[in-house]
């Protein structure tokens, strides 16, 4: 036991110093504020005053820049209407650009990871649509043939645009894909559609009726927690639960249309208080 004693004050340490090693300190240049990882900087904040466009450096510090980190964009102070990505951006987190002000995002043809299509981002292959800005200028977007995945917070917090185009081929809408806004009113969901992660439609104060199709076997749980003005859901889908809190805070409900393999409602005595309010 003595020697395990000497022995672990030396462990932690060499484990500490193996931390430092690998630890970023934020480090500013310009507008850019980031952090190192391995000699490649990840952007975490971007104070863009009055640039606009922003076109992200190559490098900062004379590290490559690769990463795009969470909210860099994230204050509606912003003016910034544009973003422009370069070649060597390997990853964008989630939640990178939801600044309200953001109208475009342009990627570098060269980039191996990104593209954009109308100034929404996409995977390269375009599978994946990730992002479409905030302020996005056009009220409808008819989203490309080639998509199969709706991205985490893709339509939240859109402010002008109306009417989304989903196509068939469409398997997975992501956590809060369309929360978040009251703009987006029309959704019409093809019958590919297989998956629908939670809060996909939280707050939305937009749509007012939604049919969720028969190929639907996974279905979030409060995927239409208070979406105020939701007024009919017709349910198809191929689900034995209606998970909890799916339709939490709707005073506008009137109608919901479940499929007969439905054999529970979870928050089922507030979902009823609810309808029989309204």
Known sequence: MKNFRLFLPALL???????????????????????????????????????????????????PVTTLGNSILSSSAYTVA?????????????????TAKLKYI?????????CSVNGVLLDKVQTTLINCPPNYTYEVFNVPATVKTIGKYAFSNAKILKTVQLPEGLLTLGDQAFAFTDSIEHIELPQ?????????????????????PQN???????????CHN???????????????????????????????TVTEIASLEESLKQLQAA
């Open 13 to 63: 340490a060499a484990a500490l110093c193996m931390l430092i090693g690998f630890s970023a300190n934020a480090e500013t240049e310009g507008i850019y504020t980031y952090s190192v990882v391995n000699e490649q900087a990840t952007i975490t904040r971007i104070s863009p005053e009055n640039s606009d466009p922003i076109t992200i450096p190559d490098t900062l510090g004379g590290y």
């Open 82 to 98: 544009e973003v422009v990505i370069p070649e060597g951006i390997e990853h964008i987190y989630d939640i990178t650009f939801n």
């Open 106 to 114: 342009t990627v570098d043809e060269n980039n191996p990871e990104y």
């Open 192 to 212: 590919t559609l297989e998956t629908i992660e939670g809060n996909c439609f939280a707050y939305n104060d937009g749509i007012r009726e939604i049919v969720i």
């Open 216 to 226: 639907v076997t996974s279905f979030g749980t409060s995927v239409f927690t208070d």
């Open 230 to 260: 939701l007024q009919t859901a017709v349910i198809l889908a191929n689900i034995n639960t209606i998970p909890t809190w799916a339709f939490d805070n709707n005073q506008s409900l009137k109608t919901v249309v479940l499929p007969e």
